[in-house]
């Protein structure tokens, strides 16, 4: 086993004739929060998605641990203990928060597929206390009967972190979890991500808001025209007159 | 609309206690509406569970098929040839009815689920409607074409001459041990059947099951990251569905043991979807009442006539009478049609989920009203969205 739970292998993706991502190396350690950052457009989002295997990179691979995930259907990447927030959160609007949340929990517990259709979901009751547990992590849990599309934004974000906590992944990917947050949300969020943090869970993290980033990130890769130009601790990328020149625009930091 | 509580499986059998007084009654209390008569009320039972399995389709993962009707045309060609060929007892009709139709749901499914949205839909249309050309031409050895199949005297009926029933004269009638499958008592078999039916149909709505088909119907791409992997759930749905149909398809050939091809005309998938439109998506009950309002006025309207309309407007003078009769007669008789057209267009515009809707929104209406004079009174009316 390598020490590596994420080891991303000269990955390129194209689009037609513009490359999103070229020559990209990762490497994230077991235990550490890992975060991407660089400008608009620079690939970022396309690296998760390559990642999570809504993409298929023109070249390169993608390790979970021992385990290949490239070519591989997100259903099975997920199984095999990743799971993501979107950018735009991704829910079930249709249903209560407390189903939103059962239902990541019944796909740790039962895999891909599970018949059992005479089963009542009123007798799961470890499901649903695990889920009512987690309501109350994130601080939603007086709202558990309400149907997620009459959310707020900031809340629908928060419900899509405590579905994806309750499956325990053994990586953690978040795009922007706090875009759009107001700061007293964002505070929370990171309260919430540093408390993750000391359940040992490997988190790569994309995120604009600079004070999130610094806060949370033991490793920082500097992401722009789809390369990787700058890689280290929070200390040296800030220091760093590349990442400056490239993404900070020579802002203080 | 939705049900978004969790419900325990003691509310579940008193749901199950009043629907089968409900209906076990209908004899009784359909009488004062000219409905009491065998005939509709069989067609009420049987395209009510023609339509909750279609519901656990449609109104569970939003797969909108445009093919049902294939399902019970086969249902009930296979029921009459069980009929034909072992006995009349229904039980082997309805169980080989059943299962041959959950296999060909299987094998359509298998390639129509490959596509989602509007593709699904036509891909199934495809398939009912080759289904029903084949009848016509192909298959006519196994669906004797136009005529459509029929009992006949010199048919096989092996475990029936086996066990020495000797069909007399007149052609034998479908029969559960000696209860026929004709007038009152065909109402109890298909009525007992729908019960049963039901009630699965209730467990799949309150299973964990159910609920990831709801989630698939609200966000089938989450579902993937979530670690799901969706073809098999809505191959199960479908298969299910498709069984259902299959069901009813034998019980119509239970109550009246001919089978043709106008079975599985595109008109007869889009009846159902008609149905569960109009009862409501999605909802529990919505889909029996559907199809008890759509059959309903079938037979009532379609019955009117020119000479029934003129009569009853006879009070008025002959000119004015003879002119209402006519603009009137548009709307009933053979032009029933154009009344449940424009229903419907009432409703997907102002009720859009359907008359369970209705039916939710006068009940709030209802409870504000009575809340705000008694206040003691708000703890007895829970949430509504529960049917």
């Known amino acids: 086993m390598s020490e590596y739970i994420l080891d991303v292998t000269d990955v390129d993706k194209n689009f037609g004739g513009l490359r999103a991502l070229s020559d990209i190396n990762l490497r994230v350690k077991e235990g550490t929060v890992h975060a991407i950052i660089g400008p608009n457009g620079a690939g970022k989002s396309t690296l998760l998605n390559v990642i999570v295997g809504r993409l298929a990179p023109n070249r390169g691979r993608v390790l979970l641990g021992d385990e290949v995930l490239t070519g591989k259907q997100p259903h099975e990447i997920n199984q095999l203990g990743v799971a993501r927030v979107f950018q735009t959160p991704e829910i079930f609007p249709d249903l209560s928060l407390l189903q939103n949340v059962m239902i990541p929990a019944f796909a740790k517990r039962d895999g891909e597929f599970k018949m059992g259709f005479l089963k009542s979901l009123f007798a799961e009751n470890e499901i649903r206390e695990q889920a009512e547990h987690l309501l109350e992590d994130v601080g939603l849990i007086d709202h558990q009967d309400q149907i997620a599309s009459s959310m707020s934004r900031g809340d629908k974000r928060r419900l899509e972190l405590a579905m994806c906590l309750g499956q325990r992944p053994k990586l953690f ?61 929070p200390e040296e990328v800030r220091n760093d007159p590349r990442v400056k020149e490239a993404y900070l625009g020579g802002e203080a930091v | 609309m939705t049900n978004t509580k969790i419900v325990s499986p003691k509310q579940d059998i008193l749901y199950m206690v009043i629907l089968s007084a409900v209906v076990l009654t209908m004899p ?5 509406f000219g409905a009491a ?130 069909a007399d004269a007149s052609l034998p009638t479908p029969n559960l041990f000696g209860i026929e499958g004709i007038g009152y008592s065909g109402f109890y078999i298909c009525a007992a059947l729908m019960l049963i039916s039901f009630f699965i ?83 529990l009950i919505g889909p029996l009442l559907g199809a008890g309002v759509i ?93």
């Open chain 1, 173 to 233: 990917l978040l795009d922007e979890p706090t875009a759009g947050m107001s700061r007293h949300d964002t505070n929370r969020t990171i309260e919430l991500l540093q408390r993750i943090k000391e359940r040992g869970m490997t988190k790569v993290i994309i995120e604009h808001d600079m004070h999130v980033v610094f806060s949370l990130a033991d490793r920082i890769s500097v992401l722009a025209q789809g390369a990787i130009i700058a890689e280290g601790t």
């Open chain 2, 28 to 32: 009784i209390w359909l009488q004062p």
């Open chain 2, 37 to 166: 008569y065998p005939d509709l009320m069989q067609k009420f039972m049987i395209f009510g569970i023609f339509a909750i399995g279609y519901n656990i389709l449609f109104g569970l993962t939003g797969y909108l098929s445009f093919g049902h009707a294939a399902f019970l045309g086969v249902g009930s060609y296979t029921a009459v040839w069980s009929f034909k060929l072992l006995s009349m007892n229904v039980i082997p009709a309805l169980i080989f009815g059943t299962v041959l139709s959950g296999l060909f749901a299987l094998a359509i499914g298998f390639v129509s689920l490959r596509r989602s949205g509007i593709y699904f839909s036509i891909l199934t249309l495809a398939f009912a409607q080759m289904s029903y050309n084949l009848a016509y031409s192909v298959l006519t050895p196994i669906t004797n074409g136009e005529t459509g199949l029929q009992l006949t005297q010199g048919d096989a009926r092996i475990l029936d001459r086996a066990a020495g029933i000797q």
């Open chain 2, 201 to 283: 149909y209730l467990r799949i709505f309150r299973s964990p099951f159910g609920l990831k088909l709801r989630a698939i119907k609200s966000n089938q791409s989450r579902m993937g990251y979530t670690g799901y992997n969706t073809r098999p759930y809505l191959m199960t749905a479908f298969v299910i569905s498709g069984m259902y149909a299959g069901l009813a398809g034998s019980l119509l050939a239970v109550t009246d043991p001919l089978a043709g091809a106008e079975r599985m005309q595109w008109t007869a998938s889009g009846e159902i979807v008609l149905i569960t439109i109009l009862g409501g998506v999605g909802t």
């Open chain 2, 295 to 387: 059959k309903y006025f079938e037979n009532i309207l379609s019955a009117f006539n020119d000479t029934v309309l003129v009569n009853a407007f006879s009070f008025l003078p002959d000119w004015l009478a003879n002119g209402v009769a006519s603009v009137l007669g548009l709307f009933v008789g053979d032009g029933w049609h154009l009344t449940l057209g424009l229903v419907f267009m009432l409703i997907v515009i102002f009720l859009p989920g359907g008359i369970m809707e209705g039916i939710n929104r006068l009940w709030r209406l209802v409870s504000n009203r009575s809340s705000s004079s008694a206040e003691d009174k708000e703890k007895e009316q829970p949430s509504t969205k529960e049917a």
